[in-house]
């Protein structure tokens, strides 16, 4: 059973559309996150959800906006798409402090 | 501010070479620290954790990191490496008792493994 799971794998758009990408987790978990990984691998952490409550909010622009209906979902809503937009997004989930799960991954491509 | 370094950009190693890649945290209270690893074209996967006890951790894959507090480190080991362990491993680091289960990764250290 797949633990984290993300939709769609794969994303291509044109600028200024709006995107969202969607994420489960059947593991129970509290929290739930929205990393960006950059060209060079970079992981940023985007936002993190606490039982449906945002509790971290890195500088990332307001085009991005999450929304947790459940503490089993955390999805990621992207306005006026940009080309630097264009990365892998990872959805994660933890319990505590014991490490993340992470999903496989939302490759978003912008035109 | 809590940091993770990993100092190796790029390793390259032939096959059946040893493997130690160095990872160096800067927080002052008690954490639990990971290694993840993510093959091309994939997601991050748990290598390995220390939540506490025997400092010298074994996970996957023939892995194995040793936690030396007093030099705020948790380096990776391998002593025979594949050319399928060649991948992105990510060192990182949670603070076991911040309320917002920030966890906060390294930059990363490509591994190239030649066959």
């Known amino acids: 059973d797949t633990a984290v799971s993300q939709t769609p794998k794969y994303l291509v758009t044109q600028m200024g559309n709006d995107k969202s990408i969607k994420c489960e987790q059947n593991?129970?978990?509290?929290?739930m996150y929205w990393y960006k990984q950059d060209s060079k691998k970079f992981l940023k952490i985007m936002f993190s959800?606490?039982?449906?409550?945002?509790?971290i909010n890195e500088t990332v622009p307001n085009r991005f906006s999450p929304k947790s209906p459940d503490k089993a979902h955390l999805n990621l809503h992207i306005n006026s798409l940009e080309l630097g937009d264009s990365a892998v997004y990872f959805c994660?989930?933890?319990?505590?402090?014991?490490?993340?799960?992470f999903g496989p991954g939302t490759r978003l491509t912008v035109l | 501010a809590q940091s993770v370094s990993q100092h190796n950009h790029h390793v390259i190693l032939s096959e059946a070479a040893s493997l130690e890649l160095g990872c160096n945290y800067s927080?002052?209270?008690?954490?639990?620290l990971f290694w993840y690893v993510q093959y091309p074209g994939q997601h991050l996967q748990l290598l390995l954790k220390y939540f506490s006890g025997d400092p010298l951790v074994k996970g996957i894959k023939g892995f194995e990191a040793e936690f030396i507090k007093s030099k705020f480190s948790f380096n990776l080991r391998k002593p025979s490496v594949q050319w399928s362990d060649t991948a992105e491993y990510f060192c990182a680091v949670t603070p076991v008792y911040s309320s917002a289960s920030k966890i906060i990764f390294g930059s990363g250290t490509r591994l190239s493994i030649r066959p």
């Open positions: 593991l129970g978990h509290d929290t």
């Open positions: 927080y002052g209270g008690t954490v639990n």
């Open positions: 959800y606490n039982n449906k409550e945002l509790i």
């Open positions: 994660a989930s933890s319990q505590g402090s014991r490490g993340h799960f």
